[in-house]
């Protein structure tokens, strides 16, 4: 079974600081990751995934991540918060080597930027 | 690019009856998945169409149901009420060319959600 485990339900981080929301996973096979961001009473935004290659990624917004096999993790990064990034961010992971389709989400972090 | 678009926003029932949520992928995308929400279960898989067929299924009782349209549209159904499945309900579409393939790669576009509450 894939699984995804977001450890801390809430990060704080003032405006300007670099962030790192973290995500572990944990798939049989070579994983299909992914982050996504959620606003308030929306639906989820793609922000950057990694399917293969480089094990930095980047994405939206001036996002990105690393891809850590050894320690199989996929903590999303940004050099500077905005008071605008504060929304509620979601890891996610697929193992297509196993033939199941749907993506496996983690429970969430809350990103929350004071200004 | 039109994106995923869910109808309707919002809806408030009550324990017993039955609900329909509707959603129109991304022009070209052929899957639909559909998730559930909760603040307590976070997002869980539903189910997802390709092709006018189910492919998965995930852990929801028999009362949660689905299908996809020849344009690649999708219901859900929702039959007997309980107050549990008060949710936001989120479908997905994805550009899938095929069931498997270096083309597909999961990656899933999100309409805002149907909230539905139950009482």
């Known amino acids: 079974a894939q699984s995804v485990a977001q450890p801390e339900d809430q990060v704080n981080v003032a405006e300007g600081n670099p962030l790192t929301v973290k995500c572990t996973y944990s798939?049989?096979?070579?994983?299909?990751l992914f982050w996504y961001v959620q606003y308030p009473n929306r639906g989820l935004q793609f922000l950057l995934k990694?399917?293969?290659?480089?094990?930095l990624v980047k994405g939206s917004y001036g996002f990105e991540a690393e891809f850590n096999k050894s320690q199989t993790s996929f903590h999303l990064k940004k050099p500077s918060a905005l008071v605008s990034d504060s929304a509620l961010y979601f890891c996610?992971?697929?193992?297509?080597?196993?033939?199941?389709?749907?993506?496996?989400f983690g429970s969430g972090t809350r990103l929350q930027v004071q200004p | 690019k039109a994106g995923v678009t869910q109808t309707p926003r919002y809806l408030i029932k009550t324990r017993g009856q039955q609900v329909t949520l509707s959603c129109s992928p991304i022009?070209?995308?052929?899957?639909v998945s559909w998730y559930q929400q909760t603040p307590g279960q976070g997002l869980q898989f539903l189910f997802e169409?390709?092709?006018?067929?189910?492919?998965n299924k995930g852990n929801f009782p028999g009362r949660f149901s689905g299908r996809q349209f020849s344009n690649s549209r999708s219901e859900m159904n929702v039959s007997t009420l309980e107050l549990g499945d008060s949710a936001l309900y989120l479908c997905?579409?994805?550009?899938?060319?095929?069931?498997?393939?270096?083309?597909?790669?999961?990656?899933?576009?999100f309409g805002e959600g149907s909230r539905l509450t139950v009482l």
């Open positions: 997905a579409s994805s550009l899938a060319l095929s069931l498997a393939g270096p083309t597909n790669t999961g990656e899933l576009f």
């Open positions: 798939v049989s096979g070579n994983p299909y």
């Open positions: 990694y399917i293969t290659g480089d094990n």
């Open positions: 996610a992971v697929r193992a297509p080597d196993t033939g199941r389709r749907a993506l496996t």
């Open positions: 022009s070209g995308h052929r899957s």
């Open positions: 169409y390709f092709s006018e067929t189910q492919r």
